[in-house]
């Protein structure tokens, strides 16, 4: 493995996850030639999945006539873990003017230095929440109530079955898309013996 600090050895395009407080470099060399950078600046712009106020923008510097995207420890540190979407910006210097020349996404993860991180992902953790409630839903089958005017109705039983088994299957998918990333067997392979 190539020292991944030293720009020489930064990876062709964007991350698709990252670690939060990790260093973070990568190039694009295939938009230096029609947007060389003497003439053009490139941008990142990103924004974690359901809104928010915080932005995360990265701007290229000029090195060896591509453009190098670089975010220190301590810019990555106050990422929030999640989903993000981005785009990538460039400007013509002389107008100004501004052109999206690629859209992607990658995921923030929590670095597992970090006190009370949770390393485990949404999928995970529901399936863990509701598998729990249909451990106590035996103990207690009320599936609504009313007190002082005010009604709460739970889910039923059915449909808690529904919600987990769709979280499974999520979480799932997760775990194959690690093992094929990670160049392991996904795991999914039927195998069939004929006599």
Known sequence: MANLFDPENAPEGEPLEIVVGDFLQWKRTDI????????????YIA???????????????EVGGIYLFTADSATTADF?????HWQL???ETASGNRLVVDRGTFTAI??????????????EIMVTKIQSILEGKADSDVSNYSIAGRSLTKMTFDELISA?????????????RDRIKRGKPSGSTVKVRFS
């Open 32 to 43: 230096a030639q029609d947007y060389p950078p003497a003439n053009f600046s490139a941008e």
């Open 80 to 84: 929030d873990p999640g989903y993000y």
């Open 89 to 91: 910006e460039i400007t």
């Open 164 to 176: 987990r088994d769709v979280y499974r299957r999520e979480f799932q998918q997760e775990k194959v």
């Open 110 to 123: 929590v670095d597992l230095d970090a006190n009370q991180a949770d390393p485990r992902t949404h999928a």
């Open 47 to 61: 924004r974690i999945t359901a809104g928010g106020a915080s932005e995360i923008s990265l701007a290229a510097t």
